[in-house]
Antibody
């Protein structure tokens, strides 16, 4: 059974940092491209970042470029999102999501349960 | 402002059919067949319902179908059931640097 479990969310002050993790199981993690998607309270979904299976190709939403860093450790079946210079508008539930096919289709077939990040003083 | 445009809400009675539209541009919906639809119940993670415009993942009811014409994609749900009441989001691959874009979401109410 495919499972994605996010952790690392919490309350952080504006300007602070947080590192999210996503533990994957039930599939060959190293063969799949992965994404972070977020959802602000009461709002819609937003693609945040994408990383290829090898980690060689990375994309970011303009709203987080230069502040967030996506990475993965295929030996540990884990995906990460380092978030720096956090702003109030980064407050959201952050989902880890598996890309359905190779080539960066942006079609996520499995999602984690999400982890809440709250940026507030 | 979301990159893809969806109606804020739609409604229908049990047994009826409804269609949700998703309008983009030639740089996303119109230019690629990587259009997907997600169902999200309150407090839950999104669930993939349609991928590559019209394909259903294993386990998704055949009451759900997808199509595309030009820059507009559509999700049709036939034989509405109470459990279909949820938010629905479309998504598309895009040639812009963000890689993927979502619609603003449509709240489906089953009357």
């Amino acid at each position: 059974e495919v499972q994605l479990v996010e952790s690392g969310g919490g309350l952080v002050q504006p300007g602070g940092s947080l590192r999210l993790s996503c533990a994957a199981s039930g599939f060959t993690f190293s063969s799949y491209e992965m994404n972070w998607v977020r959802q602000a309270p009461g709002k819609g979904l937003e693609w945040v970042s994408y990383i290829s299976s090898s980690g060689s190709t990375i994309y970011y939403a303009d709203s987080v470029k230069g502040r967030f860093t996506i990475s993965r450790d295929n030996a540990k079946n884990s995906l990460y999102l380092q978030m720096n210079s956090l702003r109030a508008e980064d407050t959201a539930v952050y989902y880890c999501a598996r890309d359905r096919s190779s080539g960066g289709s942006c079609e996520a077939d499995y999602w984690g349960q999400g982890t809440l990040v709250t940026v507030s003083s | 402002q979301s990159a893809l445009t969806q109606p804020a809400s739609v409604s229908g009675s049990p047994g009826q059919s409804i269609t949700i539209s998703c309008t983009g541009t030639s740089s996303d919906v119109g230019g690629y067949n990587y259009v997907s639809w997600y169902q999200q119940h309150p407090g839950k993670a999104p669930k993939l319902m349609i991928y590559e415009v019209s394909n259903r993942p294993s386990g998704v009811s055949n009451r759900f179908s997808g199509s595309k014409s030009g820059n507009t994609a559509s999700l049709t749900i036939s034989g509405l059931q109470a459990e279909d009441e949820a938010d629905y989001y479309c998504s598309s691959y895009t040639s812009s640097s963000t890689l993927g874009v979502f619609g603003g979401g449509t709240k489906l109410t089953v009357l």
